[in-house]
C-alpha cells in the first residue's frame, strides 16, 4: 500500500467517523463548564462529607459527657 492511498484511506475514515459521531459533539465551552460544575461538586461533596463526620462525632462526644454528668448527677460520687 503506497502512502498516497492510506492517506486517502485515513480521509476516508476521518470523514466517516465525523458524519457518524458529529449530533454527539459538545461545544468546547459548553463542556469546559461541565467539568467545572462537575469539580465545584465534588469539592462541595467533600466538604459537605467531612462537616457530616465531625457533626456525627462531636454529637457521640457531647452524647457520651451528658451520660456521664446524668450519671454522676443521680448516683453521685460514691467511695467504695
Not at 470523514?15 to 467545572?36: G, L, S
Not at 469539592?43 to 462537616?51: F, G, M, V
Not at 454529637?59 to 459527657?65: Q, Y
Amino acid at each position: 500500500m503506497t502512502p498516497e492511498e492510506r492517506i486517502a484511506i485515513k480521509d476516508v475514515i476521518k470523514e466517516a467517523m465525523k458524519e457518524e459521531t458529529h449530533e454527539f459533539w459538545i461545544d468546547r465551552e459548553t463542556h469546559y463548564k461541565q467539568h467545572e460544575f462537575i469539580s465545584s461538586w465534588m469539592l462541595w461533596s467533600d466538604r459537605i462529607s467531612s462537616t457530616v463526620v465531625s457533626s456525627i462525632v462531636k454529637g457521640l462526644v457531647i452524647f457520651i459527657l451528658g451520660l456521664l454528668a446524668i450519671g454522676f448527677a443521680i448516683f453521685g460520687f460514691k467511695k467504695g
